[in-house]
């Protein structure tokens, strides 16, 4: 089953719908026609959208136009920027509807939709999607000044876990922890969750204390969810069994990297700590 990424957005406040439109933008509409205006992207900012298989991408566009009586269809094209798309889009370009207005109801919003396919997508992909004509000869695409979005820049991301990173640790009382590597071990059968020596680096309790004989590791459960927040689970003894409290944050797939906040009951400052394991060499 095809799964529906949406972009959302707040429609009424771009979409044309009173004849206050017409008078902010005098000149641009042919008073002979009403049906006269242009196309463009609601949000010409760059989109993001994590790999996961057969899919759909929803791209807002609007017809500005004080009348919208047969619809328009609006063509796009699209074009690798980095790495390849051709194997998850095999069409290069496409059309988009708006349709026309019905029962006394104004449609000037339309979604611009983007298949993506089944296939293996190893790296990142960024490729720009193009607005470049219409239906009618009176509409246009964008204005001539440029200051209306007509291309988005879109990136795809696999999901693809490294097992090695750079880690940074920084307490919320502000002090800055020592750099470590962090090496996460899969867990058998759960490609999404990994066990960790450290979650906070072998040498963060010694510089916190100044005592280099005082190791705390905090070994944990690494868990990335279906919606990529992230649940840390600490591993403690029978000993000591509220040494390491867990704690929860985000991954991010696009730059493979764990936002994480821990919780800690070594001290008696309830004090947490801030770790980010980001690709080695960024």
Known sequence: MK???????????????????????????????PSSGWVQFVDGSAKEFVYEGASVISLPIVLNAPVNADGIDVNYTITDVSGSSVGIIPERSGVAQI??????????????????????????????????????????IGLPDNSRPTVVRVKIC???????????????????????????????????????????GVGFVPAITGN??????????????????????????????????????????CSDTFDLVLRQGIFTNPFTVNVIYSPVGN
Do not use: H
Not at 9 to 14: D, E, N, P, Q, Y
């Open 3 to 33: 799964k529906s990424i949406y972009i959302l957005f707040f429609g009424a406040a771009l979409a044309l719908s009173s004849c206050n439109e017409n008078d902010k933008n005098t000149g641009r509409f042919d008073d002979a026609d």
């Open 99 to 140: 349709y026309k207005d019905q029962f006394g109801e104004a449609t000037r919003n339309g979604n611009l939709m983007i298949n993506i396919a089944e296939a293996a997508l190893t790296a990142s992909t960024e490729f720009d999607v193009t607005l470049t004509s219409t239906s009618k000869s009176s509409v246009q």
């Open 158 to 200: 696999p999901v693809n876990i490294g097992t090695t990173y750079a880690g940074t640790a920084e307490a919320s009382t502000g002090f800055v922890g020592p750099a470590f590597t962090q090496t996460l071990v899969p867990v058998a059968g759960n490609p999404r969750q990994f066990t960790t020596a450290s979650a906070w």
């Open 212 to 253: 280099a004989a005082a190791i705390r590791d905090y070994p944990a459960t690494i868990t990335v969810n279906d919606d990529y927040s992230v649940t840390v689970v600490g591993i403690n003894t029978a000993a000591f069994p509220n040494r390491y409290l867990g704690g929860e944050g985000t991954y991010d797939p």
